[in-house]
């Protein structure tokens, strides 16, 4: 059972990138996940997050109307489509997946969540 994200790297501030995060072990469809970030010195934070079955979704403030969530089922993956990327958006990158709570509670409160995926680091250069 585990979470593989994947995707980040460096890319300049006006720049895109897509991360991805794939499942195995257990079915995305009976749980919501999400995307959250660590920038160094700083707190996790929820980024955006997506119910169960896929139509609901949750954004951060920072990130609205630039970073886009999505969940297929066919691959057992979410992704997070990231664009307009300015340089506070650096930050190691990790997904989870949780079998209790809605999106929006999910983004707010992470905390004993059923599975966290390894990080992935997107860095961007003003």
């Known amino acids: 059972v585990q979470l593989q994200a994947s995707g980040g790297g460096l890319v300049q501030s006006g720049g895109s990138l897509r991360l991805s995060c794939e499942a195995s072990?257990?079915?995305?469809?009976?749980?919501?996940t999400g995307w959250f970030r660590q920038a160094p010195g700083r707190e996790r934070e929820g980024v955006s997050c997506?119910?169960?079955?896929?139509?609901?979704?949750h954004y951060d403030e920072s990130v609205k109307g630039r970073f886009t969530i999505s969940k297929n089922f066919n691959n057992n993956t979410i992704y997070l489509q990231m664009n307009s990327l300015k340089p506070e958006d650096t930050a190691v990158y990790f997904c989870?997946?949780?079998?209790?709570?809605?999106?929006?509670?999910?983004?707010?409160?992470?905390?004993?969540?059923?599975?966290w995926g390894k990080g992935t680091l997107v860095t961007v250069s003003s």
């Open positions: 072990g257990f079915s995305l469809q009976y749980y919501t």
């Open positions: 989870a997946a949780d079998s209790r709570r809605t999106s929006n509670v999910l983004c707010r409160d992470s905390s004993g969540v059923d599975y």
């Open positions: 997506i119910s169960a079955s896929g139509a609901t979704t």
